[in-house]
């Protein structure tokens, strides 16, 4: 298969590694390996950059612009969850440093699709660097340059800061604490992300997996 510039992808992921984490700390490894190996799974070119944050290391650059083939699964030893939430700070120095990142690479290797990923289960209470406003407008221009962002937390409650940083409701999604949530929240983006490295759906909208989500939940309370 003769692959184009348009078939590739890149995934940053900003990965909330905080204390709150620690109840689903096996679920989040569990997820990530699963999204992970789905997406090793296409045939299209992808590369991977995964940002680990917390207060004591507010940008831990686990992979950066890796092929997704050789990204290892996270482990236990890699993923150990510990302090407070600087969000805006993880997000902020995500954007910039993808699109540093893009605009040094040439235009016949630069990926047509950008997925940027927000994994998160608590509310922004650490961040020194950058301030909601100011990630909301970098987020703004990012989108209109064709970026895909998503906000997925392990919360329900801490989703409106999704909002707040302006990623708006069919590109959100927030799920109850707990091993289904998890599996649920992973699997969402993940489907979605397939569909759209295949060219079978427009961006990485939620809204449909929400909707399926939600009838099931309904049909779970009535049985």
């Known amino acids: 298969m003769v692959t184009t510039q ?36 296409q045939p299209s070119p ?10 004591q290391d ?11 083939g050789m990204v290892p699964q996270l ?3 890699t993923y150990v969850p510990r302090a407070s939430t600087p969000l805006f700070d993880a997000i902020g120095r995500g954007i910039n440093d993808l699109a540093s990142r893009l605009q040094a690479m040439s235009e016949d290797q630069r990926p047509q699709k950008v997925v940027f990923v927000i994994v998160t289960d608590g509310q922004e209470n650490a961040s020194r660097e950058f301030k909601g406003d100011q990630v909301r407008r970098m987020i703004d221009e990012r ?13 329900e409650q801490a989703i409106k800061d ?3 940083v302006g990623i708006d409701a069919d590109h959100s999604l927030g799920v109850a604490k707990h091993a289904r949530g998890s599996r649920q ?12 490295r295949r060219a079978a759906a427009a961006d990485m909208s939620l809204r449909e997996i929400k909707q399926a989500i939600e009838r099931q939940a309904g049909e779970g309370d009535q049985t």
């Open 75 to 77: 482990t236990e030893a």
């Open 46 to 55: 992808a590369t991977l950059t995964l940002v680990q944050f917390d207060s």
């Open 143 to 155: 989108r209109k340059a064709g970026w895909n962002f998503v906000f997925l937390s392990a919360d």
């Open 185 to 196: 929240m992973w699997s969402a983006v993940s489907d979605r992300a397939v569909l759209y």
């Open 58 to 68: 507010p940008y831990e650059v686990l992979q950066a612009f890796t092929p997704i």
């Open 162 to 164: 999704g909002g707040s």
């Open 6 to 41: 348009g078939d590739r992808t890149h995934f940053s992921v900003i990965l909330d590694r905080t204390g709150s984490m620690q109840s689903i700390r096996q679920d989040t490894i569990g997820g990530f390996n699963r999204f992970l190996g789905e997406q090793q799974a």
